[in-house]
Each structure stands twice: as structure tokens, then as C-alpha cells.
């Protein structure tokens, strides 16, 4: 299983950014997929998350700013960002779970499966 992160880098508070992650294609198939982040010295918290059949779920702290999304053809799962904050400042990463996620989870618990990451700077 590969999940391989993009995108990321520096912004201006009020900007965009759009992430990418690429999962290998059984992975992307079968399983949930969400996005979480991590700030140093914080714990990892789930950002948005999408179902096999294409629910999303987000945290109220992004909700109405970011939105997840995946293209089939190139097993591609994104994260657009909108209207960015310095709180959303982090790294970001893309997970893989095994279903079921009904609704998409931002659980930890729900991923096995973990990108290295890709740093979002605002400010």
C-alpha cells in the first residue's frame, strides 16, 4: 500500500491551497480515505473524510472552507482549502482504511494506512 502526499506549501492567510494524494489502486478501491493533520506538540486530528460511495464528513473547524474529493481515473484522493487561517497551519497527511466508514470517520482508528505527510504553512 502507497499513499504518496503533494501540494503543500506556504500561504497567505485568505488563500488556497489544494493537496493531493495518490493511493495505489486496490487501496483506493476498497477503502476510506480522509485526510488529517498534525501541529507540533498536537495530537492528529481528522480534517475530512469520504466513504466508498462518496459521503463526506468534515470537522467543524474546516467545514465550509475545505472539501475533500477523489478522481477514480487517477486514483487520486484531494483536499481543497479555502479561505485559509494560521490555525490550519500543519502536516498534512492522507490515509487508507478498510471499510466499512459509512459516512467517512475522522478517527484515527478507522486508517491503517498513512502518507508521509505534506507541510501546509499559512501566514
Known amino acids: 500500500v502507497q499513499l504518496v502526499e503533494s501540494g503543500g506549501g506556504s500561504v497567505q492567510v485568505g488563500g488556497s491551497l489544494r493537496i493531493s494524494c495518490t493511493v495505489s489502486?486496490?487501496?483506493?478501491?476498497?477503502?476510506?480515505l480522509g485526510w488529517f493533520r498534525q501541529s507540533p506538540g498536537e495530537e492528529r486530528e481528522g480534517v475530512a473524510a469520504?466513504?466508498?460511495?462518496?459521503?463526506?464528513k468534515y470537522a467543524d473547524s474546516v467545514k465550509g472552507r475545505f472539501s475533500i474529493s477523489k478522481d477514480n481515473a487517477k486514483n487520486t484522493l484531494y483536499l481543497q482549502m479555502d479561505r485559509l487561517k494560521p490555525d490550519d497551519t500543519a502536516m498534512y497527511y492522507c490515509?487508507?482504511?478498510?471499510?466499512?466508514?459509512?459516512?467517512?470517520?475522522?478517527?484515527?482508528?478507522?486508517?491503517?494506512?498513512w502518507g508521509q505527510g505534506t507541510q501546509v504553512t499559512v501566514s
Open positions: 490515509a487508507a482504511g478498510p471499510p466499512p466508514c459509512t459516512g467517512g470517520s475522522l478517527l484515527m482508528s478507522a486508517y491503517n494506512n
Open positions: 489502486r486496490h487501496t483506493y478501491n476498497r477503502g476510506c
Open positions: 469520504i466513504d466508498t460511495v462518496g459521503n463526506k
